[in-house]
């Protein structure tokens, strides 16, 4: 029975770990290059609080032969005297009609070796279908925190793959299934044990 258990778990570990890594290589490397938009000094130089109006608004034409998307943002720095490069990001895009289709904010870092100045920090914001053809408006904020942001851009990659979830979740069984053949082995021995 532990045999049988101990399978179960290392082969559900083992597809879990198999499908996250293949999802993770998939999340940069699939899709095609669809559209950059090159932000302006504008982005980074406002606050994250002056997301209103105040920012560019970037038209995007998009259409739904390129489902599923997925956006990345791209910001150049020159690494702080302590080696670190540190920012915050606000993007959101909404349709024509104004309505908000999604949002990020968050914050992206990245530490090294003084002895190279210049890094680029890749962040992915969001995967996303669009429901029709037509112009799409993304606005973005950046903070500088450590470093100093010299370029940025937003980038939409199209048809890229998404996470397999019944691959994941069939791995995830097979984990719940090793631990639940081992419960109830020893639960067995146990009562077998008050039993004699």
Do not use: H
């Amino acid at each position: 029975m532990k045999n049988s258990a101990m399978f179960f778990i290392i082969t559900g570990l083992l597809v879990m770990l198999a499908s996250l890594s293949y999802t993770i290589y998939k999340s940069m490397f699939s899709g095609a290059e669809e559209l950059t938009i090159l932000l302006g000094k504008r982005t980074w130089m406002l606050g994250p609080a002056e997301l209103g109006e105040t920012v560019n608004v970037v038209p995007a034409a998009l259409s739904t032969r390129m489902n599923p998307i997925r956006a990345f943002l791209d910001v150049d720095c020159i690494r702080s005297s302590s080696g670190k490069v540190k920012f915050g990001y606000q993007v959101e895009m909404k349709d024509s009609n104004g309505k908000v289709l999604w949002k990020k904010e968050g914050t992206a870092s990245k530490s090294g070796s003084k002895e190279y100045r210049d890094v680029r920090v890749c962040q992915v914001l969001k995967t996303f279908d669009i429901g029709k053809d037509g112009d799409y408006y993304i606005r973005c904020s950046i903070s500088q925190k450590y470093g100093t942001i010299y370029d940025a851009s937003l980038r939409l990659k199209s048809n890229v793959a998404k996470v397999n979830w019944y691959i994941l979740g069939s791995g995830f069984v097979l984990v719940l299934l090793g631990f639940g053949i081992i419960l109830a082995d020893k639960t067995k021995g146990k009562y077998t044990g008050l039993s004699g």
